[in-house]
Nanobody, 128 residues
Framework: QVQLVESGGGLVQAGVSLRLSCAAS????????MGWFRQAPGKEREFVAA????????IYTDSVKGRFTISRDNAKSTVYLQMNSLKPEDTAVYYC?????????????????????WGQGTQVTVSS
């Protein structure tokens, strides 16, 4: 069992940065690939980024490439999402999720049903 708790969301103006954190409970954090998803009002939950078990590989959706960076610290059982140059269209509830089975490919990591555990989400609102 893994419990995930996101933090770091808020209301910001376009162009600024935010860093989201996702703290995991349990001793097996390093066994999971981690993903970030987001859900805007009236829209389906969508993939944002994923990071492999050791942090050596990352995957991003096209709309955030070059602006967002996913990272993890297995010693702290935490995954991060650094979001730079935020845009109003980044407004959403951001969720972190843990995935155990792999393989670590974009096709796999983009699928919501691949993930075993989810956090409760943190709201990010970007004003223009």
């Amino acid at each position: 069992q893994v419990q995930l708790v996101e933090s770091g969301g808020g209301l910001v103006q376009a162009g600024v940065s935010l860093r989201l954190s996702c703290a995991a409970s349990g001793r097996t954090f390093g066994s999971y690939a981690m993903g970030w998803f987001r859900q805007a009002p009236g829209k389906e939950r969508e993939f944002v980024a994923a990071i492999s078990w050791t942090g050596g590989m990352t995957i991003y959706t096209d709309s955030v490439k070059g602006r967002f960076t996913i990272s993890r610290d297995n010693a702290k059982s935490t995954v991060y999402l650094q979001m730079n140059s935020l845009k109003p269209e980044d407004t959403a509830v951001y969720y972190c999720a843990a995935e155990a089975r792999g393989p670590f490919t974009k096709a796999t990591m983009m699928r919501i049903q691949e993930y075993d555990y989810w956090g409760q989400g943190t709201q990010v609102t970007v004003s223009s």
